[in-house]
């Protein structure tokens, strides 16, 4: 992980100790079977709620607190920041489809 967009968030953060193929998990989708890491599953569930959170102010659920998606992902600052930060590593992380080989 020696991307320079990294700069700025904390590598010693949860989320990037969760990226190894020994936080592999098994997922269903559409196409079947696959593996996802830890990490990336949380990345992905993570974008949905704070894009809900910065456009309608709603919370996922009534515990969640965007402290601790910062925490999480070793990120600083408000909301906005955050959610560009979190679109910023999905850009890294998630692969896009055809990326992928499928």
Sequence with gaps: ???DRLKGFNLT???FQQLGPDA???ISCG????????GNWNLLLTKRDIDMFCSHGMRPNRHWRL???KHYFGITGGKEKVREQIHLLCDI?????????Q
């Design 24 to 26: 592999m998990m098994d």
């Design 13 to 15: 953060a949860p989320f």
């Design 93 to 101: 992380f998630l692969p896009e489809k055809e990326e992928a080989g």
């Design 31 to 38: 196409d079947g079977w696959g593996k996802l890491a830890h």
């Design 1 to 3: 992980m020696t991307d």
């Design 67 to 69: 402290k601790d998606v």
